[in-house]
């Protein structure tokens, strides 16, 4: 027997003999092999073989089955199964897809809602799956659809896997159903929709304002409706209310009890809420409030206590002092329930409302215009009301304000050192005043007077004496009369005037000396209160800029900024205010210009040679004093004198001698190059 494996090559191919021997004899067969390739299979996803290593994958009957275990989307594909021989190859391809069930995605808060009512509400059905699954709702196990969801919830749509509800009522609160199913399945999920009310308080025949007297017991009823059921709080005045013995509330709160109504009952209240000038006199208002989680409602409820008049408070007044001529307000503060009418008599005879008295605020307040003298009398007003009436007495006393005669304000100017007085008239009246007189607010006392011989005021206060005026009196007086009634004020502002005058020590100096050409300043300090006015004048004519002249430093100096024959003369300042006038004159004078003259021969006159030889030039000319020596060679200076001449060095020839003498009144002095230098010859 001859076997090979089963992957027999080709190379096996041919014709063997199988030769058979024993002793008796031998015998031989001959057999033809030929070697036939087996069937080759190829199975393939997307193309691609598959992967060896996926344990999810197994084959059977001899590679003709595939098996694929706990199939996911990610094994979806094409697959293929290829056979090949050495006849050729065939192939089958097949189309995987995996089917997903549906699932549900839901957070827990969307599984459990609570909305307000009328408010807007979207209920939604998030679901996975393959195919896309089909989302049905149900409500309490009804299918929605879109021909019923109106019908069954008010104001709601379907839009894909969401309701929509605009408007929720609370009938609509319960159980809605989220169904989703495909191919693979189907799955459920329930969404509990709870719709909170508002509070509700019932008004309808329940009246909230009450009046009783006092001791007597009332209730208060405030029903409430709302989902989830409201708690009911009561408030005194805006405050929470705390139970006592006289007040009490029923179990739910709903209730609130008075079993014994009396004033204290709003203790807590404002009293001006409750009491004066307000037409609700003694109504103490009392709220229910109810809340839950939805909102709140709230309602008011008056408990009216009825009560006789009454006079009460800690300031009431009954005497009234006004001056002439004033306002007065007389005030009736009557409490009561129901609010009393008022009646206003004067000593005793009933008033009525004219020009000048006016009844506000019901009756409780009597205002007089302009009060007068004859309006003195004793004011009562009588409160009056269904459980009784009351009465209050009020004096009112007219006190006239003293009067200054003349203006209030008066402006008084006087002239340095001269005397003034401050007159403060009174009118006659028979209340006693007294006289003040300030200074700029501060009082003037005979202490403040002392060592001040220039102001006196008299014993009868009405008259400041100021004998000799000074700029440091200048000022704010005010005359200060006051009586039981008030005061009046009048004021003096007194100026103090100071003549215009010219100060020396600052002013230019009268006399100016000036070289022609040159510029001048010319200085005219001028003070004074108020500040004077400043004229210049140039031979008789005023002064104004022009191109040679300005007038500068508010008119106190003139600069002059080419000095010529014409503007040499006589300037004059003149200052000028209310109180006087100053006038200053400054003389300007020409003298010669700086200048040199062409070289000079000059010849020695005498016997002797340069014997006290004088040569004199006036102005424009030198003047030479030189030695009684022929034989001195000098240089000379002679620097710059009162009358303009400049600072000149004279080399005097023929001399040998260093001496010095004197030029021109000053000492010869040594020649230095950057003088100027004019050579003398003597003959």
Same mark, same amino acid.
């Given at each position: 027997?001859?076997?090979?494996?089963?992957?027999?090559?080709?190379?096996?191919?041919?014709?063997?003999?199988?030769?058979?021997?024993?002793?008796?004899?031998?015998?031989?067969? @001959?057999?033809?092999?030929?070697?036939?390739?087996?069937?080759?299979?190829?199975?393939?996803?997307?193309?691609?073989?598959?992967?060896?290593?996926?344990?999810?994958?197994?084959?059977?009957?001899?590679?003709?089955?595939?098996?694929?275990?706990?199939?996911?989307?990610?094994?979806?594909?094409?697959?293929?199964?290829?056979?090949?021989?050495?006849?050729?190859?065939?192939?089958?391809?097949?189309?995987?897809?995996?089917?997903?069930?549906?699932?549900?995605?839901?957070?827990?808060?969307?599984?459990?809602?609570?909305?307000?009512?009328?408010?807007?509400?979207?209920?939604?059905?998030?679901?996975?799956?393959?195919?896309?699954?089909?989302?049905?709702?149900?409500?309490?196990?009804?299918?929605?659809?879109?021909?019923?969801?109106?019908?069954?919830?008010?104001?709601?749509?379907?839009?894909?896997?969401?309701?929509?509800?605009?408007?929720?009522?609370? +009938?609509?609160?319960?159980?809605?159903?989220?169904?989703?199913?495909?191919? =693979?399945?189907?799955?459920?999920?329930?969404?509990?929709?709870?719709?909170?009310?508002?509070?509700?308080?019932?008004?309808?025949?329940?009246?909230?304002?009450?009046?009783?007297?006092?001791?007597?017991?009332?209730?208060?009823?405030?029903?409430?409706?709302?989902?989830?059921?409201?708690?009911?709080?009561?408030?005194?005045?805006?405050?929470?209310?705390?139970?006592?013995?006289?007040?009490?509330?029923?179990?739910?709160?709903?209730?609130?009890?008075?079993?014994?109504?009396?004033?204290?009952?709003?203790?807590?209240?404002?009293?001006?809420?409750?009491?004066?000038?307000?037409?609700?006199?003694?109504?103490?208002?009392?709220?229910?409030?109810?809340?839950?989680?939805?909102?709140?409602?709230?309602?008011?409820?008056?408990?009216?206590?009825?009560?006789?008049?009454?006079?009460?408070?800690?300031?009431?007044?009954?005497?009234?002092?006004?001056?002439?001529?004033?306002?007065?307000?007389?005030?009736?503060?009557?409490?009561?329930?129901?609010?009393? =009418?008022? +009646?206003?008599?004067?000593?005793?005879?009933?008033?009525?409302?004219?020009?000048?008295?006016?009844?506000?605020?019901?009756?409780?307040?009597?205002?007089?215009?302009?009060?007068?003298?004859?309006?003195? =009398?004793?004011?009562?007003?009588?409160?009056?009301?269904?459980?009784?009436?009351?009465?209050?007495?009020?004096?009112?006393?007219?006190?006239?304000?003293?009067?200054?005669?003349?203006?209030?304000?008066?402006?008084?100017?006087?002239?340095? @050192?001269?005397?003034?007085?401050?007159?403060?008239?009174? @009118?006659?009246?028979?209340?006693?005043?007294?006289?003040?007189?300030?200074?700029?607010?501060?009082?003037?006392?005979?202490?403040?007077?002392?060592?001040?011989?220039?102001?006196?005021?008299?014993?009868?206060?009405?008259?400041?004496?100021?004998?000799?005026?000074?700029?440091?009196?200048?000022?704010?007086?005010?005359?200060?009369?006051? @009586?039981?009634?008030?005061?009046?004020r009048k004021t003096f502002n007194l100026k103090v005037l100071v003549p215009a005058t010219i100060r020396d020590s600052s002013s230019s100096e009268t006399l100016q000396t000036v070289i022609p050409g040159s510029k001048l300043s010319l200085d005219c300090d001028v003070e004074g209160n108020p500040t004077p006015e400043i004229t210049w004048r140039y031979g008789g004519e005023e002064l104004e800029d022009d191109d040679n002249i300005k007038i500068i430093n508010q008119r106190k100096t003139i600069l002059i900024s080419n000095i010529d024959g014409e503007r040499a003369g006589k300037y004059t300042c003149h200052s000028n205010n209310k109180a006087g006038n100053a006038t200053r004159d400054f003389v300007v004078r020409l003298t010669g210009n700086n200048?040199?003259?062409?070289?000079?021969?000059?010849?020695?006159?005498?016997?002797?040679?340069?014997?006290?030889?004088?040569?004199?030039?006036?102005?424009?000319?030198?003047?030479?004093?030189?030695?009684?020596?022929?034989?001195?060679?000098?240089?000379?200076?002679?620097?710059?004198?009162?009358?303009?001449?400049?600072?000149?060095?004279?080399?005097? +020839?023929?001399?040998?001698?260093?001496?010095?003498?004197?030029?021109?009144?000053?000492?010869?002095?040594?020649?230095?190059?950057?003088?100027?230098?004019?050579?003398? +010859?003597?003959?």
């Open positions: 027997m001859y076997r090979t494996n089963n992957d027999g090559l080709l190379g096996h191919r041919g014709s063997y003999v199988c030769h058979a021997k024993n002793d008796v004899g031998n015998a031989e067969i @001959n057999f033809d092999v030929d070697v036939i390739k087996s069937i080759t299979m190829y199975r393939l996803y997307d193309f691609k073989p598959l992967s060896s290593t996926n344990n999810r994958i197994t084959k059977a009957q001899n590679d003709r089955r595939l098996n694929l275990l706990n199939a996911t989307i990610a094994d979806e594909g094409g697959y293929s199964c290829r056979i090949k021989n050495d006849a050729g190859e065939t192939r089958v391809d097949y189309k995987l897809v995996v089917l997903v069930p549906p699932s549900i995605v839901m957070l827990d808060k969307d599984k459990n809602r609570t909305v307000i009512e009328n408010e807007s509400v979207t209920l939604s059905c998030p679901a996975t799956g393959k195919p896309e699954p089909v989302i049905t709702w149900l409500k309490d196990g009804e299918t929605l659809h879109t021909e019923n969801i109106s019908n069954v919830v008010k104001s709601a749509v379907i839009k894909g896997s969401e309701i929509k509800i605009a408007r929720v009522k609370s +009938t609509i609160s319960g159980r809605f159903t989220c169904e989703a199913s495909n191919r =693979a399945g189907t799955t459920e999920q329930d969404v509990l929709l709870n719709v909170m009310t508002l509070p509700r308080i019932e008004r309808e025949g329940i009246p909230s304002d009450i009046e009783d007297v006092e001791g007597r017991t009332i209730t208060l009823s405030c029903p409430v409706y709302g989902m989830p059921t409201p708690t009911v709080t009561w408030l005194k005045a805006g405050r929470p209310l705390n139970q006592h013995q006289n007040i009490k509330t029923s179990a739910n709160g709903q209730k609130l009890y008075f079993l014994r109504l009396n004033k204290d009952d709003a203790d807590s209240l404002p009293f001006s809420l409750y009491f004066l000038y307000n037409d609700d006199m003694f109504i103490y208002r009392y709220t229910c409030v109810a809340k839950n989680a939805a909102g709140e409602d709230k309602r008011d409820f008056n408990v009216k206590l009825l009560e006789a008049p009454s006079f009460e408070g800690p300031n009431l007044v009954r005497r009234v002092q006004v001056n002439a001529g004033k306002p007065s307000v007389l005030n009736c503060p009557a409490g009561g329930s129901p609010p009393p =009418a008022i +009646t206003w008599l004067k000593d005793g005879k009933t008033m009525f409302p004219s020009a000048r008295h006016v009844f506000l605020d019901g009756g409780r307040q009597l205002q007089i215009s302009n009060t007068q003298s004859d309006d003195k =009398a004793r004011y009562t007003c009588i409160a009056t009301n269904a459980v009784g009436s009351d009465d209050l007495e009020t004096s009112l006393n007219v006190v006239s304000v003293p009067i200054i005669l003349g203006e209030k304000h008066e402006k008084l100017e006087v002239i340095e @050192n001269f005397r003034q007085d401050l007159i403060c008239e009174l @009118n006659e009246t028979e209340t006693p005043v007294d006289i003040e007189w300030q200074k700029a607010g501060q009082t003037i006392t005979q202490e403040t007077l002392r060592g001040d011989s220039y102001l006196q005021i008299p014993s009868s206060g009405r008259r400041l004496h100021i004998l000799s005026s000074r700029t440091s009196d200048s000022g704010r007086y005010t005359c200060v009369v006051r @009586n039981a009634a008030g005061e009046a200048s040199f003259y062409k070289m000079l021969n000059l010849s020695c006159l005498g016997s002797g040679l340069c014997d006290e030889q004088i040569f004199r030039f006036v102005h424009e000319f030198l003047t030479l004093f030189s030695s009684n020596s022929s034989d001195r060679s000098v240089m000379v200076w002679c620097p710059s004198s009162a009358m303009g001449l400049v600072d000149l060095a004279f080399v005097l +020839t023929k001399m040998n001698s260093a001496d010095y003498q004197d030029v021109c009144g000053h000492r010869l002095v040594p020649y230095f190059p950057h003088y100027p230098v004019v050579s003398f +010859t003597f003959p």
